[in-house]
């Protein structure tokens, strides 16, 4: 008898730890997972493939490239609600941005930890020239995006991310090899900073 009673004492006791562990350990993670998730992130690989060659560029030039979108989050999905616009642009001085082209990605779903990738090109409408002063083109990838967590009531939040990615003008070489993360903008972006309503963390 008292060797079925300790048992069940045992089961019992085991039985409130995992009850105890689900709910102190367990459950706080999954909420901070669920509640305070993260945002995207954006990556690019400009000119991956492709054979440049800047003193050529008496003509329209065709940019291909590489852009990641990773949805951080393993507990969640994501909403890009609307489309999605990048810029490709250049800076002749570093007081002036040019736009080179537009590109656009269609509205999706994006499942928990997933990584989108897009491998396309874009043909420039002008010829982008060194930026003043150096032997460089200064290229600049601007990104705007909205998504929505998939949970009850999200509202959409803005994106607005972008990097530099700078090619040697007598070289053809870029300046830096394979993605570039793409961030908030600083001084160089003509972007406004993005307006969030929602997220607080
Ligand atoms: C780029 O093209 C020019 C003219 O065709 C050529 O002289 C030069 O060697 C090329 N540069 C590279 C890095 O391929
Ligand atoms: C910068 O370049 C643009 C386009 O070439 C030009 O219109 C502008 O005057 C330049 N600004 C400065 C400060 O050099
Ligand atoms: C570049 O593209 C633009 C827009 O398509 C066109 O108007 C322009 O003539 C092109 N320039 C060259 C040098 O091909
Ligand atoms: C992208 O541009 C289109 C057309 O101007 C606009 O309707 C859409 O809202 C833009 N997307 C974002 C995320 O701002
Ligand atoms: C571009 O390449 C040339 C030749 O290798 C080099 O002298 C120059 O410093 C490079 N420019 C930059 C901005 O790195």
Known sequence: MATCSDFGTIIACLCFVSFFLGLNVLMPVMLSLYSSPSWPSFS????DNQAINMTRFNENLTIHFHLKLKNENSAIGLHYPDPINITFSYFPN???MVNLAD???HSFYQGNGKTKHVRDLVETIRV??????TDMVAF????VATFKYKKPSSKRHKVVVGCDVAVNYTTSQ???TGFIGMTYPGYDSQLQPPVDDD???
């Not at 690019?44 to 000119?47: E, K, S, T, V, Y």
């Not at 982008?128 to 002063?133: N, S």
């Open 44 to 47: 690019i690989d400009l000119f």
């Open 94 to 96: 570093v007081s002036m």
């Open 103 to 105: 590109y656009t990605i």
């Open 128 to 133: 982008p020239t060194v930026l003043e002063g």
């Open 140 to 143: 600049r990838v601007d990104l």
């Open 174 to 176: 870029k300046m830096q």
């Open 199 to 201: 997220y607080a963390g």
